[in-house]
């Protein structure tokens, strides 16, 4: 990880955080049953981190190379801005996010932890990653979270953000003193 001054710096500058999700928003475990229906855990407190980035006005965004409903259903529960699914290339989906939403790469946070993961993390200003990401993953990124993927390094990463942009107490507040 780069010096806290610097990372906080990169922090700082982000507009957007975009999430892998197999091993990032989940803890990489594929759970199948007979018919082949395929079912995923989620972390509610790295869900209650990008509610907090989204109440707070960045744009969060999903980028995977699988496609699954319960992906889609965690995504719109969390009120997230825009879903990339079936992305074999996530670069090209990561190219059309900043058109769209026109952000500079040093304005983007990404979170991954594995090989295909890396194309992303070279173009983007905060590039992140689990605990347990791949050893190859971890020499591309800035920030390397305490926690695995699925288990609080989400919330981590969310948090570092809100903090190195002065939103997060702004956004501890309003949450904690609602009735």
């Known amino acids: 990880m780069e010096n806290d001054l610097e990372l906080k710096y990169k922090a700082g500058k982000v507009k957007a955080v975009v999430f892998d999700v197999d091993g990032v928003l989940t803890d990489a475990s594929l759970t199948f049953d007979e018919d082949g229906k395929e079912y995923k855990t989620f972390n509610a407190k790295d869900g209650q981190g990008i509610v907090m980035l989204n109440r707070t006005g960045f744009v969060t965004a999903i980028i995977t190379a699988r496609q699954n409903g319960t992906v889609r259903h965690r995504f719109n529960n969390l009120g997230m801005t825009k879903l990339y699914e079936g992305c074999k290339n996530k670069i090209a989906a990561l ?24 194309c992303v993390l070279k173009k983007v200003g905060m590039p992140c990653c689990p605990q347990d990401a791949v050893a190859e993953v971890k020499e591309h990124a800035l920030f390397v979270a305490s926690k695995n993927g699925g288990r609080g390094a989400v919330r981590e990463m969310c948090d570092f953000v809100l903090k190195a942009t002065g939103k997060y107490e702004e956004i501890v507040a309003a949450i904690s003193n609602r009735e």
Do not use: H
């Open 95 to 118: 190219r059309e996010f900043m058109a769209e939403y026109n952000l500079d790469p040093e304005q983007i946070a990404y979170m991954g932890d594995d090989l295909p993961d890396i």
